[in-house]
């Protein structure tokens, strides 16, 4: 028999990770992406620069779909009131100055790699491996943090390529 005070405590428990799940991101299998945005996202700056250190298909088709949940989810969290705006500048400038000090590395490994194998390993060590929190917990869905790098990319603040040089307006 189960008493009353463990079916109480489990109903609170459940209770409470229903409420927790409205301030986090859903999971990436939760976040459709359409054909339409799917298609639309190819033709974005990220993907230009993925091409540039020659990503493969399914690399950038994963990117694109990461790139696309990661805008709708940041969307309904911001817009619920969840997220404070602030909390998306500061973590932005957390993964830019993560890219940064990975780039670094890059730069001083590249000499015994191609720019294609430096490219790539930088790409997956920021987009693959890491979980940035949000708001100060902890994320794991991958697309929040690959699809945030993505979302700086688009706007070349992080890139792929040792050799590029934005152009700064």
Aim: with cysteine.
């Amino acid at each position: 028999m189960i008493s009353r005070r463990a079916c109480v405590r489990q109903c609170r428990e459940l209770e409470r990770r229903q409420a927790r799940r409205r301030f986090i991101s859903r999971p990436a299998s939760e976040v459709p992406v359409s054909t339409e945005a799917r298609a639309s996202a190819l033709a974005r700056p990220f993907v230009n620069h993925l091409g540039r250190i020659q990503a493969q298909e399914e690399d950038v088709l994963q990117a694109v779909q990461h790139f696309i949940q990661f805008n709708i989810e940041k969307h309904r969290l911001a817009s619920e009131g969840e997220i404070p705006d602030g909390e998306w500048g500061d973590r932005s400038e957390r993964l830019r100055q993560r890219w940064n000090n990975l780039m670094l590395r890059a730069k001083r490994e590249s000499t015994t790699q191609s720019q294609r194998a430096t490219g790539y390993k930088l790409l997956e060590d920021t987009t693959y491996f890491h979980h940035e929190p949000l708001n100060g917990e902890l994320c794991t869905e991958i697309s929040m943090t690959s699809g945030h790098y993505h979302r700086l990319a688009d706007d070349d603040i992080v890139w792929w390529d040792l050799t590029f040089t934005p152009s700064r307006n």
